[in-house]
């Protein structure tokens, strides 16, 4: 006999306008059609936070604000159908959950030592709205499935944009920064060159970042090497890329580090990652990628960026590479987070460029939000 955590996530925003007993009677029903679906757990997960797929079931809960949890805290959780009706009842009886506005009600509740709620609580957070739709098919024993929002024909932009970029001929494809490696090396040294070549890529052209790494790698590419080397000489070494003073500086800080800490090897983690000097979240989710296989998280950078604003991949235009981030790993499917990156930085190099982007040349013309022939065309 198999006993299963349950895991739903239910939606508030949508019913923010009617009382509390709505929402509890959408948690009844939806808990009492749970069956065991340890396999269809969601994607999301978080090496930092622990969440793996193996483990994420007993800490990604049911949490009645419709996404996914960041902790324990803002969560509802069952663990048996009798402590199911328990917390149905209490929150019930909570009549202050009124969502306002954008924000969203979180249940918050409290256990004891024996996993017993002891008490419900609301929060009120700032978070986007995902959409709700009425479930009418026929399987469904549920009056009520939460849909968890998503960009309209995703499926055949990104199928359109595989399309476009089957050929592999963008610069990205053969001097990005999984490509700057000496394949003749160690792999220990191949992670190393991996980590440096994308804190080299910030602000510069793929092809600079190659020749850089290609004169780094003649010189002699290692932690130690980079600490015995003068930070001018380091300089001379990196220019023209983008910031070559404060990368110099970054690279003989972080090789010092490795050195330390890491028995001069790159951390495996994201979070050792991103402890490094000069490098952010987009490097470090691309460096578990590249370098250690583990696919962590979306690396966007200005071209991912621009275009999933431009297909509309968010749910607002966003204005930094980091939220777009988030919005697109709360929708896109884990499977499609591995190779979206180098998709979407080729497409933008080659056909979906920051200026003058060649739409007249591109499959989703005709269902692209910014696309420059459908509007001609309306125009006319
Ligand atoms: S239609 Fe134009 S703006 Fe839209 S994805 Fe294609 S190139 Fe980019």
Redesign the pocket.
Known sequence: MFVFKMSRKVNLSKIATKNLKNAAAIVESTESSLVAQSSTLSPYFSPIAGRTRNNRKNVENATVAGFKSKSNETNVTSSSSSSSSELVAKIKKNQSIEPKGATRKHIKVEYDENEKVVEVKNEVKEEPIFKTETDTSEESTSPVKQVKWEPNNWRQ?LA??REMRKERNAPVDTMGCDKCYDEHSDEKTKRFHHLVALMLSSQTKDSVTYEAMSRLKRHGLTPEKMIATSTSELEQLLYPVGFYKTKAKNIQKTSQVLIDKFGSDIPNSLEGLVSLPGIGPKCAHICMRVAWNIVTGIGVDTHVHR?AN??KWVPKETKEPEQTRIALEKWLPYEDWTDVNELLVG??QS???PTN??????????????????KTKKNV
């Open positions: 932009l359109n944009i275009i431009r297909l497409f933008g056909i979906c460029t982007p060649r739409c007249s040349e591109c499959l989703n013309a005709s269902i692209c939000p910014a696309s420059s022939v459908k």
